[in-house]
T-cell receptor
């Protein structure tokens, strides 16, 4: 089956810098995308989502960009803080009932 | 306040010894999911209940079973755990079950060790 993948398994940034986490998906029919944050010892937590009719969506310190032409999704975190250290998963959804997680990127924030 | 509760947080079992993991929710959601998450991997959906209707994923081994005696509780039974079943097991809920029209709420997970 088709799956969602990530370019980099780990990312290390300095506190205060911006972080960019990338994701490639393969199902061109996917119409909804989600970013989750999973801290150590916890379940995934919804961060932000975007529908396929949009190319950008902003939240508090986070922005998701969607490029459907190349099937690429990114999560930008502004002014990264130690509390942002976690594993970040993207997920794509097809037809509201089929969701696939990507492999995850571990973000480490250095003080 | 905890919304999706999983007990125990850590479970150790022996190879081949049946084990049950439990999940409860205070959200009164219709849908409850069980995911398996192996180390450094993404969660993988095993099955879900929409109310009392059980929905198994095609590639979920028969070794994994589930029960939902009421709205609040859902159990994951592993009949004969193998070493490859060692993982974090995540429970999640949603009100309607639509991935793009609803939000999933995850519990903290139960980490299963198989000796």
């Amino acid at each position: 089956g088709e799956s969602v993948g990530l370019h980099l398994p780990t990312l290390s940034v300095q506190e205060g810098d911006n972080s960019i986490i990338n994701c490639a998906y393969s199902n061109s029919a996917s119409d909804y995308f989600i970013w989750y944050k999973q801290e150590s010892g916890k379940g995934p937590q919804f961060i932000i989502d975007i529908r396929s009719n949009m190319d950008k969506r902003q939240g508090q310190r986070v922005t998701v960009l969607l490029n459907k032409t190349v099937k690429h999704l990114s999560l930008q975190i502004a002014a990264t803080q130690p509390g942002d250290s976690a594993v970040y998963f993207c997920a794509d959804v097809y037809n509201n009932n089929d969701m696939r997680f990507g492999a995850g990127t571990r973000l480490t924030v250095k003080p | 306040d905890a919304m999706v509760i999983q007990n125990p947080r850590y479970q150790v079992t022996q190879f081949g010894k049946p084990v049950t993991l439990s999940c409860s929710q205070t959200l009164n959601h219709n849908v409850m999911y069980w995911y398996q998450q192996k180390s450094s991997q993404a969660p993988k959906l095993l099955f879900h209940y929409y109310d009392k209707d059980f929905n198994n994923e095609a590639d979920t081994p028969d070794n994994f079973q589930s029960r939902r005696p009421n709205t609040s509780f859902c159990f994951l039974d592993i009949r004969s755990p193998g070493l490859g079943d060692a993982a974090m097991y995540l429970c999640a809920t949603s009100r309607t079950g639509g991935f793009s029209t609803d939000t999933q709420y995850f519990g903290p997970g139960t980490r299963l060790t198989v000796l």
